[in-house]
């Protein structure tokens, strides 16, 4: 029996009113670091502990290409006392920040696919952190939208939107949802290391949504055949993020670095560029195409170098920004959403026939992406 072609019918994209620039990160990370260095001078000098080294836009935009971010929140980011956003305590009869960011990006989605909630069966809210473990945030935005069926969460960091993708066309191809909403909301400032020199820019905060459904039911204006995917997760220690329930009964120090996004930056980036590159040829391959085909490449938005040394190995060269664009220069990196924003922003332009890859890649190591055809 062959399968029901399966469609993208609707992309949404929340972006939030706060900014922060190189140069502001910059001069608060400095001031934070001026007064350690100086609090802690004799530790220092008798090797005991790490004098803390400055940072520079320079640093960053050659280390990342990034130059800018939105955050959720931008009140208590640049305080060198505290270095992380004084987000409000909301209570329980309250909508979670994570679900209140959702529910625009869903909204959007929704009404690029032309669907009302009684069209959707099931909501996934995949993304690198949820504020809380249960009740599930996908339920939150499964109510707060009036949508009947059923909602979870899922967690595979930096691949979590594509992950949620492949879960959302499998569900439309058994038959147990008629179309599925996948939402992102990448809150992550709060679990940036703001006191860290090599990660205190590389985050920021957004959120997408997508509607996978049926074609025969698909009634928009711009929809994409999924023709293939591909998963894999290798497990790797060289980026870990260890806050967690346990804190309270290891007896430790949530504010501590070990508790934060933390990185071996050098590892992750010898060893993820090739396992992305052959990932997304053999995800290509086996959607029948070549890689001189594809039109447009959504690509992970977690480092300019990366992307341009993965689509080096591919195309035998750096690609243009239309043919893959670039969202982390003012984005940053967003965890799983980053592709889907370059999606959102850059693929009504194509025409009927065209093809495009999504690609995601991070902590695990995970690896996700989806060849797609515009119809």
């Known amino acids: 029996m062959t399968n029901p072609q399966v469609v993208i019918s609707g992309a949404g994209l929340w972006t939030p009113d706060h900014t922060v620039s190189n140069d502001e990160l910059v001069q608060s990370y400095n001031a934070y670091a001026e007064i350690f260095n100086a609090e802690n001078a004799d530790a220092i000098a008798s090797g005991d502990i790490l004098e803390k080294p400055l940072s520079s836009s320079e640093f960053i935009e050659k280390a990342s290409g990034i130059k800018s971010r939105y955050v959720y929140i931008k009140d208590g980011i640049l305080d060198p006392e505290r270095m992380t956003p004084k987000i409000p305590l909301r209570g329980e009869d309250e909508i979670s920040d994570q679900a209140a960011i959702a529910t625009i990006a869903a909204r959007k989605a929704m009404s690029a696919a032309n669907k009302s909630a009684s069209d959707i069966d099931a909501v996934i809210v995949s993304c690198a952190y949820t504020q809380r473990y249960y009740p599930a945030i996908a339920i939150e935005v499964q109510h707060a939208l009036g949508i009947d069926g059923f909602g979870f969460d899922m967690l595979v960091a930096c691949s979590a939107a594509t992950f949620a993708l492949q ?60 023709l293939d995917m591909k998963a894999a997760t290798v497990f790797s220690n060289n980026i870990r993020s260890n806050i967690g329930y346990m804190v309270n009964a290891n007896d430790d120090n949530p504010l501590r670095e070990y508790n934060y996004f933390h990185q071996q930056g050098r590892k992750v980036f010898k060893e993820v560029c090739p396992l992305a590159a052959s990932h997304i040829q053999a995800n290509v391959e086996a959607a029948g195409i070549e890689v001189s085909d594809v039109k447009r ?70 690896i996700g992406s989806l060849v797609l055809r515009k119809r």
């Not at 679990?191 to 997508?210: E, K, P, Y």
């Not at 592709?339 to 025409?351: Q, R, T």
């Open 297 to 366: 490449w959504w690509l992970h938005q977690a480092n300019i170098n990366m992307n341009q040394l993965i689509a080096k190995k591919l195309l035998g060269r750096v690609p243009d920004n239309k043919e893959a664009p670039t969202v982390l220069d003012t984005y940053a990196n967003t965890a799983s959403a980053g592709s889907l924003i370059s999606f959102n922003l850059n693929h009504e332009d194509l025409v009927r026939g065209d093809y495009g890859v999504l690609c995601s890649f991070g902590a695990g190591y995970s």
């Open 167 to 226: 879960r959302a066309y499998e569900m439309v191809v058994a038959g147990t949802a008629r179309s599925v909403l996948v939402i992102n909301p990448e809150l992550t400032s709060p679990q940036n290391n703001f006191r860290d020199r090599d990660s205190h820019f590389i985050f920021g905060d957004v959120a997408t949504a997508t509607i996978v459904e049926k074609a025969e039911t698909c009634h928009s204006d711009h929809s994409y055949e999924i």
